[in-house]
């Protein structure tokens, strides 16, 4: 029990800052649950409580960008209720490719910090549309989430700060709305196949909401000091992930 609220703790911490708290708190919930949909589904209550207790502080802060965040939100949302869908099938091929696809996209951000600083520059251009780029990364961000889950917030808060003009905070803002809905959807489809441990979902929700405020905070006043550090951070959990499997 200390361990799930531990590691709770640093993965809402994490999770609310660019995403990836399941990459700690879906091994956890795998050492009590087995490798089943079960872990995936109860992982979710986690990611659930994770992004509303981040997406609080950043609209008390008000930096969400809610016209963009909605939009892409939609489309992962129905990529997630697909994807959690068709977990059995697809998880395990798409995984691995997905891991590997996001661990060259960080190696690509790490040698080339211009396009982060371009990302930054661009949010006072104008009103963005949602382009069929922007669709696509929303159905594939939603649908891995909902599937497997580990670096999907991740990989939303990456297509949004590469897509839409809303700078660093914006971009992690606005990706706990699409993360929030593909975890309450891919919840509420898991439950409905049965694949949810409510009990151990209450202790790792508690934790990882906890962590994800404090991560939120720090987020809000120093994005551009420890978005590096997180990526260095988020780029070990994948690379780890990827070697054991």
Not at 133 to 153: H, M, Q
Request: a positive charge; aromatic letters at 8%.
């Amino acid at each position: 029990m200390l361990l799930l609220i531990g590691g709770g703790l640093a993965a809402g911490f994490i999770d609310s800052i660019i995403g990836g708290g399941g990459l700690i708190a879906l091994p956890l919930a795998m050492l009590k649950l087995g490798i089943h949909p079960v872990a995936i589904g109860t992982n979710k209550i986690g990611g659930v409580c994770s992004t509303f207790a981040a997406l609080a502080v950043y609209g008390l802060g008000r930096r969400v960008p809610w016209a963009i965040a909605l939009k892409f939100a939609v489309w992962v949302g129905i990529g997630s209720v697909a994807g959690a869908s068709l977990s059995r099938v697809v998880a395990p091929f798409y995984s691995v490719m997905l891991v590997i696809g996001t661990c060259l996209v960080l190696a690509t951000m790490f040698a080339r910090k211009r396009i982060i600083k371009a990302a930054e520059a661009a949010r006072h251009e104008r009103e963005w549309a949602l382009t069929p780029t922007a669709v696509g990364l929303g159905l594939l961000c939603g649908f891995y989430d909902g599937a497997w889950g580990p670096g999907g917030g991740t990989f939303m808060f990456l297509a949004l700060l590469y897509v839409a003009p809303i700078g660093l905070v914006g971009a992690m803002a606005a990706a706990k709305i699409a993360n929030f809905a593909s975890a309450f959807l891919a919840v509420a489809t898991y439950a409905y196949q049965g694949n949810v441990n409510w009990s151990l979902g209450a202790v790792l929700g508690v934790s990882l909401g906890a962590g994800a405020v404090v991560g939120a905070r720090l987020a809000l006043s120093h994005a551009d000091r420890i978005l590096t550090p997180m990526l260095a951070v988020i780029t070990a959990l994948l690379l780890w992930k990827l070697a054991n499997g």
